[in-house]
């Protein structure tokens, strides 16, 4: 599993790479770090919910991370689980489900899909 993994990564990489993606480090560091958090649930990133995943920025919030930084691992993860859905890894984008404006809205859901 850790060689699917990095092979992943490695993949993202070269396509951070070849869009010209800036802070190259932050959007692969975000995605190591999910990734491990994931494995630490024993989540498979296939078949991720938004429910998991508003649980996920919730053990980033407890951990004593602001808003902003908050803010900034949504956006990095829906890139890249964009990438994961144009490889065919995930059927479905969860991050749809999941609003930027998480912190402010009970239970971190939006209708508008924004």
Not at 66 to 86: I, P, S, V
């Amino acid at each position: 599993m850790a060689g699917m993994v990095d092979d992943f990564l490695k993949g993202y990489t070269d396509h951070l790479k070849a869009t010209g993606a800036k802070s190259l480090y932050h959007y692969r560091s975000h995605a190591r770090i999910f990734l491990r958090w994931l494995a630490s649930k024993n989540l498979p990133l296939a078949t991720l919910t938004a429910q998991q995943l508003n649980d996920y920025l919730c053990y980033r919030k407890a951990s004593g991370l602001g808003a902003h930084t908050l803010k900034n691992d949504l956006d990095k993860l829906r890139h890249f689980l964009r990438y994961g859905r144009q490889q065919g890894l995930i059927s479905r984008d969860p991050t749809v489900d999941v609003s930027r404006r998480w912190l402010t809205v009970p239970g971190g859901y939006t209708d508008a899909h924004n």
